[in-house]
T-cell receptor, first 115, second 110 residues
């Protein structure tokens, strides 16, 4: 069964450092999502891509976060500089298209700890 | 903001049916109800979704009331591996996004 791949699974960094997360969606999935999940809460959407284009990044803190999906396949989420409050799980999800009834499938996530 | 309300936690005995309620009183006529679960430290796992009719798959059944203001997820024979946080989500029609609440922590007891 096809899965969404993410790496690394765990990342520890010091504040003010740069970090990057990678996501490879299910093959053929045009829509890719990045979420942030703080402990005890549900995931919060950061950015949504349709192929290589950003559809929604209204919740992305653009002063320090950036995301790209250059060839419309895999994607990278970057934080520079990291802050203590960025400690969270970062989840990637993909779907065939953002249509009614379409299902998002999630990767295992990257757990970030900022010291 | 999330359009659903769920109890923060529930217990269920192993082998019994687990019934997880969800209120979505402001749901629109063309908005789907989705259920996901998240086992500790893993990514969310899709369970089931529906619009008006009841739905069943190999994992669970989804019962939606006739007025669509609430629904129930049923795990017919709960096992210890079903211990997880279960999220009920109403999918936004305008952009098809999922707005997540805090979910229900379901604990299956031996």
């Amino acid at each position: 069964e096809a899965e969404v791949a993410q790496s690394p699974r765990y990342k520890i960094t010091e504040k003010s450092q740069a970090v990057a997360f990678w996501c490879d969606p299910i093959s053929g999935h045009a829509t890719l999502y990045w979420y942030r999940q703080i402990l005890g809460q549900g995931p919060e959407l950061l950015v949504q891509f349709q192929d290589e284009s950003v559809v929604d990044d209204s919740q992305l803190p653009k002063d320090r976060f950036s995301a790209e999906r250059l060839k419309g396949v895999d994607s990278t989420l970057k934080i520079q500089p990291a802050e203590l409050g960025d400690s969270a799980m970062y989840l990637c999800a993909s779907s065939l298209w953002p249509g009614t009834g379409e299902t998002q499938y999630f990767g295992p996530g990257t757990r970030l700890l900022v010291l | 903001d999330a359009k659903t309300t769920q109890p923060p936690s529930m217990d269920c005995a192993e082998g019994r049916a687990a019934n997880l309620p969800c209120n979505h009183s402001t749901i629109s006529g063309n908005e789907y109800v989705y259920w996901y679960r998240q086992i500790h430290s893993q990514g969310p796992q899709y369970i089931i979704h529906g619009l008006k009719n009841n739905e069943t798959n190999e994992m669970a059944s989804l019962i939606i009331t006739e007025d669509r203001k609430s629904s129930t997820l049923i795990l017919p024979h709960a096992t210890l591996r079903d211990t997880a946080v279960y999220y009920c989500i109403v999918r936004v029609v305008s952009n098809y996004q999922l707005i997540w609440g805090a979910g229900t922590k379901l604990i299956i007891k031996p």
